[in-house]
């Protein structure tokens, strides 16, 4: 079997990508899942607050909550190093991340990754809008400008991590082309505070994504796939061979893996890997190209109504 694929231009020896996380911070882990099969690695995020004053007018009282500038695990210049580490020390592209939600100083930085040896970046956009003032044509307008710029300062390949929460996707996917995106990462994870009823207190938590997450990425990239010329990547709720299957039965060409690794560890690529396999030696598919995108909407005529239809039909199967 051949699971080769190529993302965001980038030749990938697998599917499987390592998603943006702790996992790159260490040099010997990454060369256990280069060992173990990845076909990239994604650094963790550097954070648009790290790389510019938060000044009252743009973070207001919110700059208050960030965390200090040594707590922080990498600093721009130990990130830079890092990099460059990797870079050493791996044969696998190594796509280094950002991770912000408005133009700004931070992209600028964008030209020093590419010198310090990155192969792609990776643009994180989070962003939870409370401000009832702010449009969500202004949000994207914003988003838009920030994506064409790094497009514009550097050569490499641009990847934009986006929100399933904007009002239409699909326009947004194709306009993020536009302006230089070479393709998309498939979702931010939406994370969610606790509150803590005993100390009257909002609480910070993080919690490893779960399968049944993944649903929502497949039906956009189902959508999005015959579409967008760029790259497709899912990112969340990917933990098992026939998970990937489904990703890239959808139209992706590449699957972001964090949660299943950091519970089980490299060894679970080789896993991974071997369940592709097999699945694809059962179906009769020699290469990833023989199957990917078999079930987007690429042979609907009326996507919308086929969506509502389904809607429809699954609500009165109970």
């Not at 064409?148 to 699909?170: D, M, N, Q, W, Y």
């Not at 098992?240 to 490299?266: F, I, N, Y």
Request: some cysteine; charged content about 20%.
């Amino acid at each position: 079997m051949n699971l080769a694929t190529r993302y965001l231009g980038l030749p990938l020896r697998s599917p499987f990508v390592v998603g943006a996380s702790p996992l790159c911070d260490d040099a010997h882990l990454a060369r256990q899942l280069q060992d173990a099969g990845a076909g990239a690695v994604v650094m963790r995020s550097l954070f648009e607050e790290q790389l510019a004053p938060l000044v009252p007018e743009v973070f207001g009282d919110a700059g208050l909550g960030f965390p200090e500038y040594a707590d922080y695990q990498l600093s721009p210049d130990r990130y830079l190093r890092q990099l460059e580490l990797l870079k050493a020390q791996l044969s696998l592209p190594v796509i280094a991340s950002l991770n912000g939600h408005q133009p700004g100083a931070w992209t600028e930085f964008a030209v020093q990754l590419e010198n310090a040896g990155a192969d792609a970046i990776e643009l994180n956009f989070y962003q939870v809008v409370t401000d009832p003032a702010i449009a969500a044509d202004q949000v994207e307008t914003e988003m838009l400008r920030t994506v064409g710029e790094v497009a514009a300062a550097v050569r490499l390949p641009v990847a934009v991590k986006i929100s399933p929460f904007h009002s239409s996707v699909a326009q947004l996917a194709i306009a993020l082309e536009l302006v230089g995106a070479a393709g998309l990462v498939l979702f931010n994870r939406f994370f969610q505070p606790d509150v803590d009823p005993a100390t009257l207190e909002v609480r910070p938590v993080l919690r490893l994504s779960e399968p049944s997450e993944l649903l929502l990425r497949l039906r956009w990239l189902a959508i999005l796939s015959p579409q967008v010329r760029g790259s497709l990547a899912a990112s969340g709720g990917v933990h098992s061979a026939p998970d990937a299957a489904k990703a890239l039965l959808t139209g992706a060409h590449a699957v972001q893996l964090v949660s299943v690794l950091l519970r089980h560890g490299p060894p679970v690529l080789r896993t991974l890997l071997r369940g592709l396999e097999i699945w694809m030696q059962e179906q009769g598919f020699a290469t990833l190209a023989d199957f990917r995108g078999r079930l987007n909407l690429a042979r609907c005529r009326d996507p919308a109504a086929f969506e509502r239809a389904n809607y429809i039909r699954a609500l009165q199967s109970h």
